[in-house]
Each structure stands twice: as C-alpha cells, then as structure tokens.
C-alpha cells in the first residue's frame, strides 16, 4: 500500500526534515510530541500534533504506550522514529506493528539481531565482512576474558554487548587493570542497559571512522556510498564528510560492497548504517556495527548522490521498490556537515539552551542548513543540544572546505552560544585540509590549537 | 533566618546521585558550603549543585527529576 499518513516520534531537526520529506511525497504528517515541544518548528510545520507527555524523554518520546496511542488516535498509515529516542527499540517497532501500523525501518527482529553487538558481530563475520580482532561472542568468565585480552595484545576494548553510540566502551592498557575493569563493566552495564553481557576488541589505534549507508527493499540492498565521521568529542560525531578522505577506489568498492552483503544476508528492508574503522596504514577495514534507522549525518550522502534518503524510507515502508539501482548511484563531488551544538566551545562544551536572538542562514549553490531554530525560539534543557547541521557540497574537497568556510561566516546564531567558532576554526585548520586526521584527532587539538586560538583571540 | 539555595542551570533537578542511590541529602540535614546537594541534567549532561552556604535544616521545594528554571530556589537552609 502507498502510505497516505505518517506519525513522527521524535523532535528537534530530525522532526523537521521528516516532516518535510513526508510532505513532498503528499502524506498527512502528525507530530508526536512532549509539552516542552508545542512551540516547536517541528510543531508548527505538522498537519497536525499529538501531545503525549511532560518534557522528560523517558515520559514521553520513550514512553512506547504513549507513543503508540498516540499514532492510533491519528489513525495513521505508519510511524517514522527518526534516530535515538525508540528508533532501534525492537519491542516499539514490534507495538507499533501490532497496532496495524507500518514501522519506518527494518523488522523488530533485524533491529534486535543487528542491536546486539554480539550477534551483528557474528553476522558480519558470517556474510564475509572483515571484524576487529577479540572475542568469539560474549565473554562472562573472567579468567577467560584475560586470555583473550592477552592473545589479542593490550590496549583492549571491554564494550557492553548492549551498549551503542559510544556508550558503555573501556579501555583497558593492561591485564592488571583488566582484571580490575571487568567486573566493574559488567555491573555497570547491568545498570545501564539491562544486561551485564561483554564482549571484548583490539583497539585500533590510529583510525578513521567510515560508514556505510545501505538501503534495502526486504528484495535488494544497495550503497550510497560512505561517510568518515573521524572527528569526534567525548566518542560524539562532530563534523562529517562524503565521500571519506583518501580512501583508495578498491578499498572503496570492497567496503561498500562487504555493507551490501551484510544488509542482504538479513534481508534488509529501510535506510541503514554499515559502521567501520579504517586504519590508515594498513588499508585494512573493521566492521564495528549496524545502525538500523537513519542517521544525524545523512544529509551528506545526500548531497553527493542526489538521493533523498528520507523519502526513500517512506516510500519503501509504503511497500515499494528501490527507486534507484546501483549502477546509478555515483559519487558528485564532496560534501561535509558540520554539527552545531547549543555548547560553548570556550567553556568545556558546557551545554547552553536559551532564546535565540537572530539566526541568519546562509544561502548559495550547495549550501543546507537543516534545522530546529527560529528567532524567539527558546531551546529547552531537556534533550540533545544539536541545533542544526550545516551541510555543503563542493566540486572536490578543497572547493568545498572554501564553500564551508564562507557558509559558517555566513552563519550567524545570537542569544546562545553555539560550536560554529569550532567548525570555523577546523574549516581553516592545515591537518583537517590535508584529510590528516583520525578519531582521536580532535580532543588533543582542542586542547592546543584551539585553545591556542582562544587565546589569541582574547589578546586581541 | 533562611537562606535560598537556586539552581545555576536550567534542566532537571536529581536529588539522588542515581536511581537507586539515597538522596544526597535529606529534609532536615545540615549542609556545609562544598556539600553536593543534587544534580542538574541538562542537554543530556549532569552537573553537580552544591550548597553554596552552609547551614541546618535543608528544605528541598523540588521534588527528584522535577524540571526547573536557572535561579530557581530548590531549596532553603537555615543559617
């Protein structure tokens, strides 16, 4: 069936764009969202909203009944979760297919699959995709565990089975403090996540991050290519970029192809997430895992090959075809999304939400600003504190470095502080140009060059 | 005399330092001036709130995870 209606379960800029997207394919769109959210552009832009809780997320974006009745009570054709929140919860793609409503992604069951980081592990290995050194699966033992941590050669990962997004990852120099950290990490995961399970990796020291993005109709499963998302604070993305830099064309084609493999060997059905880390010296690539739902750096693969991955979700949830082959899938030119945060990059990132005084947008060819803002806009203090994402295509990478920075002076958020001095600073930086960088590139320089630039600037 | 303790930051106020922890303090305790009286979630970051005064007979006017205002009184102590 074509979809005629869809609800939104999420908020912020996430919101918007699906609401956008959904509309551009003439669906009804209702928003779901907390009280803290009824001003918001998201809000404003829906057909229609329904409320469905207080401000807290656990009250209500993640609150699955909430959400639930909230879409029968729309009567709508499908439920888009956007990322976070409940986007990669099996049991609220399972209720909201129980309701009669088509869930936008994949299955509960290769949500739950791929979720485990054990079992999408094994499934990688299964469909030929190259893992990072460690254990076999999930390792309870502690004697075990050491035996493992020795053959693979310190510094170790212990990583919750779990765990997601950078949380619930130690690293571990030694088996001594092996020995004191794995207990601890069990417990702790026990708390967090509902499930003590480990597992353990071999740190690949000097990485770049690159993924994958996978689209699949349950029949077929493509790539659009890949991203590399090295630079990141505190294990959070911060800048972006498609095509990665200075991946050799073979490397590219084996990556992407090992992606498409592992969507097919799961019957992937959705927009996913392939996720590696490249070593630089070796050419080699490791799975480290899938994310089953569209992520925050999408727009950038959008940018270099014209697909709209957002309305590609909707129309294969509608029970479609692919609309594109593979062969028809190319790369134009490079693209980087720069991630602007409500923190204040010159005091330890201290997050920062309040009244948006001015915004100005800049506009030219290749130029997006996906966004929540519009003056008067007061940022809660209750979710995340990204406020839009600057994304620019150039011809190649050093015409769009010179694109981006033209389009971040151009940017202008006043009443909160914001990390576009951050981006500005990394548009300009010789190691960002020269693609010298990894993902334990950006917290030593913030600590040199940009405090180095801070400083400056305070002289002056 | 009563003394306001306010909060620095907008966000949700925590008064335990986890779920199942004990409050950080209680109705009634004293409070030296470093004491860690809650914690303040903001944008999906903690952040400690301390006394700032020292002082008996706290009274929290927040409850656990209630969402406050930067400057709002969460609590009042007696000097």
Known sequence: MTLRSVLIANRGEIAVRIIRAAKALGLRTVLAHSIADKESLAAQLADETVEIGPPAAKKSYLNIEAVVNAAKSAKVDAVHPGYGFLAENAEFAEAVTAAGIVFVGPSAEAIRLLGDKVMARQVAALAGVPTVPGSDGRVTDLDAAITIANSIGYPVMIKAAAGGGGRGIRIVGDAEEFARQFPQASSEAAAAFGDGGLYIEKVIERARHVEVQILGDGHDVVHCYERECSLQRRRQKVWEEAPAVGLPDDVRQRLCASAVALGRAVGYSGAGTVEYLYDDATSAFYFIEVNTRIQVEHPVTEMITGIDLVQEMLTIAGGARLSVAQDDIRIQGHAIECRINAEDPHKGFMPAPGTIERLVVPDGEGIRFDTLLFEGYAVPPFYDSLLGKLIVRGADRADCLARLRTALDGLVITGIPTTIPLHAALARDASVADGRTHTRFLEPWLETDFAQLARAREDA | ?79
Not at chain 2, 7 to 18: A, E, M, N, Q, T
Not at chain 2, 55 to 64: L, M, Y
């Open chain 2, 1 to 79: 005399m009563s003394i306001e303790i306010k909060s620095p930051l907008p966000g949700v106020f925590y008064r335990k330092p986890s779920p199942e922890s004990a409050p950080f303090k209680n109705d009634g305790d004293a409070v030296a001036a470093d004491d860690v009286i809650g914690l303040v979630e903001v944008m999906k970051s903690f952040h400690e709130v301390k006394a700032g005064v020292a002082g008996k007979n706290i009274r929290f006017s927040v409850d656990d995870a209630d969402a406050i205002m930067a400057g709002q009184v969460i609590a009042e102590v007696e000097a």
